[in-house]
Each structure stands twice: as structure tokens, then as C-alpha cells.
């Protein structure tokens, strides 16, 4: 049995945004991804509701307040297509559903595949 592999699993440099940067309008948390992303994790412990973006201008999802969110995009493959990523030079962006937080700081976790 081979245990080495060229594929590694690596990170990106962990995203931010503190709950006074957030507004009714999109920001990016952090920058835009370096990497083909195969996870990413959203963390809202902030007290509001967020929505989020993936191109700063569309809401893609929600977060509730005190919550996380695991986009696990390598654990599927389709076999004509190969790899399941979303594509680097992507950003999270985020906004606030209703109510502004008062409170918490929003992180962004990524995670792609490395060959060294």
C-alpha cells in the first residue's frame, strides 16, 4: 500500500470581519480566494442573521446568528467532469438580514488542495 500522495490538503490564511464592519450592503470578508477552494467554512458568531454572496452582488445563502456553515465542495466528484471547486479569484462577501450585529466577528476558513 502507497501512503504518499502529491495531494495535500492546505489553507489559506484565515478571513475576517468584525460585526462593526458589517452593514445592509455587501463586504468582502477578507480577500478573494487564492486557490480553487474544495471547503469552505463560514463562522457567524455575531447576534444577527447574515446573508451571503459569492460575487458581492446576489444573496447565495443565509447564516443564522451563533451559527456555522461547511461548504464541503471536494467530497463530490462527477466523473466526467472530474473535481467539484469553486474557482479561485471568488470572494465571500456579507451582509446583515435585517438587524446590524452588535457584537462578534465573522470568519472564513478555506481550504484547497495542494500539489507540494
Known amino acids: 500500500m502507497n501512503l504518499t500522495s502529491s495531494v495535500r490538503v492546505a489553507y489559506e ?4 470581519l468584525s460585526s462593526t464592519s458589517i452593514t445592509t450592503n455587501y463586504v468582502m470578508v477578507g480577500t478573494v480566494f487564492q486557490n480553487p477552494v474544495r471547503m469552505i467554512l ?3 458568531p455575531t447576534n444577527q442573521n ?3 454572496s459569492y460575487d458581492g452582488i446576489d444573496d447565495n445563502s443565509f447564516i443564522a446568528a451563533t451559527s456555522s ?3 464541503d465542495y471536494g467530497s463530490n466528484m462527477a466523473e466526467k467532469a472530474g473535481l467539484f471547486e ?16 452588535t457584537n462578534g466577528t465573522v470568519y472564513v476558513e478555506v481550504v484547497y488542495a495542494s500539489q507540494s
Not at 13 to 16: A, F, H, I, K, P
Open 13 to 16: 490564511t484565515l478571513r475576517s
Open 42 to 44: 463560514i463562522h457567524n
Open 50 to 52: 447574515l446573508l451571503i
Open 69 to 71: 456553515r461547511v461548504l
Open 86 to 101: 469553486q474557482p479561485a479569484y471568488q470572494g465571500v462577501w456579507i451582509k446583515a438580514e435585517n438587524t446590524l450585529p
